[in-house]
């Protein structure tokens, strides 16, 4: 696998096919976690943590374990076992290490668990036949599209918060709603940019 | 079946079992390395608490209370559910002395729907948001009563509030003081008070008399007979309503004696259902 590849893989995760704007896979944390700028860091790095992770676990598992054995009917149920235990092991490090931000993050960081871009990627992997490194690659970048989205979203509801004169019927959720959609038709314009 | 569809249950079987149990052996193993020390005031805490999550204290649930009294930023006495003797067991915990604990229940300020005016038969949503939504504000001619509809008694998580004869009614016995009725109630008829008091003003019409008395039968006309009939001086009347200073009432009883409308309700009793014709 050439790097030039490896950089075309990235570049797609991250701006073209980006996992929230483009594919709309995770729109819960999206929403939810992007009131601040600081715990959207946060959510971001968890979410990629656990997304690159997923990516090598699952792959490993297909490989060694699933396709020997002939059960890639229980593939789901497998990677779910596998994210399930990597939030878990998450939650642990961050109320340890950080319990600042493990309380920020509240409900949400248990529900990376159930943030289908998490699942997607693992099974996207499968399913575009990626090598390990391939694998890798897509998860790490696919959560740093992540952070990148949330973390752009999150500066947005901020100043939107501070200075936009927003209509009464549109102020909170509604506003975040509209600006997501503006923001999603930003990165419809990376479609175009392909390398290769 | 066929041997290979056995090879396929069983290699599923142990894959997806062995799996499981190799991430359980590994998390619990993390969950040593990255063991967070609590306190164990804390944990002793949320043991001795009732685990209602109820809210009736102002933290987000059982823990966020304990958690709050463990720092110090809360007093032992907050859990209106547990009332003094949890109170005392928290106290032992924090090595403080517990104090008066004031046992607070909830009231309805309104005793008359059964016989009071209607404007129509309301046929709809049974929630009381709803029906004060509708046409007219209500199906009550009286704009300060109880329409019954029960928004409360579902609010109740101790299921202390019915609706007896049209009227929601606290049982003072069942009541945690929690509070939830409070908001759910659209009229705010229903406040807390001292579990001590004996004597309340079951009215919360602030119309004029006359007009009072051709709505409800039970209604306060705010002629001040109960202010002026009690010893204490304790009721005052507040916008054609009697108002009673509990620090100044002694439970006489003499109000309510007094009281041509019944609307005040001296030690009144858990149910009211069995004293109605």
């Known amino acids: ?196 | 079946m066929t041997g290979n569809e056995t090879f396929t249950i069983v290699a599923a079987l142990i894959a997806i079992g062995g799996l499981g149990a190799l991430f359980g052996g590994a998390l619990s193993a993390a969950s040593k390395k990255f063991a967070v020390q609590t306190d164990e005031r804390e944990d002793a805490i949320i043991k001795i608490l009732p685990g209602a999550n109820c809210g009736g204290c102002g933290f987000q649930g059982c823990a966020a209370y304990a958690h709050a009294v463990v720092s110090g930023a809360a007093e032992v006495s907050l859990c209106t559910v547990g009332g003094a003797e949890i109170a005392q067991e928290i106290a032992e915990v924090m090595g403080v002395t517990a104090g008066d604990v004031r046992r607070i229940v909830a009231y309805v300020r309104c005793t008359g729907a059964a016989d009071s005016e209607r404007k129509y038969d309301y046929i709809g949503l049974e929630d009381c948001f709803s029906a004060l939504n509708s046409i007219g504000g209500g199906p009550l001619e009286c704009r300060f009563g109880c329409i019954g509809l029960g928004s409360c008694a579902r609010a109740c998580p101790y299921d202390a509030v019915t609706i007896e004869s049209g009227v929601a009614r606290v049982n003072r016995e069942l009541c945690k003081g929690c509070s939830k009725c409070v908001t759910a109630c659209p009229k705010r008829l229903i406040t807390m008070m001292d579990y001590g008091a004996k004597s309340f003003v079951g009215c919360s019409s602030r119309s004029k008399g006359a007009v009072v008395r051709k709505l409800c039968g039970t209604g306060c006309l705010g002629d001040g007979l109960c202010a002026k009939n009690c010893p204490g001086g304790a009721i005052s009347i507040v916008d054609n309503l009697a108002v009673i200073d509990y620090s100044k009432c002694d439970g006489c009883g003499k109000c309510a004696e007094k009281c041509i409308r019944n609307c005040i309700e001296f030690a009144p009793p858990v149910s009211r259902v069995n004293l109605l014709p």
């Open chain 1, 1 to 196: 696998m050439s790097f030039v590849s490896v950089i075309s893989l990235a570049l797609g995760a991250i701006l073209i096919e980006n996992f929230i704007l483009v594919k709309f896979l995770g729109i819960c944390p999206f929403l939810g976690v992007s009131k601040s700028q600081e715990t959207a860091v946060g959510m971001g790095l968890a979410v990629t943590f656990v997304m690159g992770a997923a990516s090598l676990v699952c792959w490993v598992i297909e490989a060694l374990l699933l396709v020997p054995l002939g059960l890639e009917f229980a593939r789901t149920v497998v990677y779910i076992l596998v994210i399930s235990s990597l939030v878990q092991f998450i939650e642990m490090f961050l109320r340890k290490a950080m319990p600042g931000l493990y309380l920020s993050l509240g409900i949400y960081l248990p529900l990376i668990t159930t943030n289908c871009a998490v699942l997607g990627v693992a099974l996207l992997n499968r399913q575009n036949g990626y090598n390990l490194l391939e694998s890798v690659v897509y998860g790490v970048t696919g959560g740093l599209g992540f952070f990148v989205a949330i973390f752009i979203f999150a500066g947005v509801r901020e100043r939107l918060e501070l200075t936009a004169d927003v209509p009464k019927a549109f102020e909170g959720f509604p506003i975040a709603l509209v600006s997501a959609g503006l923001l999603s038709l930003a990165f419809m314009g990376f479609s175009g940019l392909k390398i290769i």
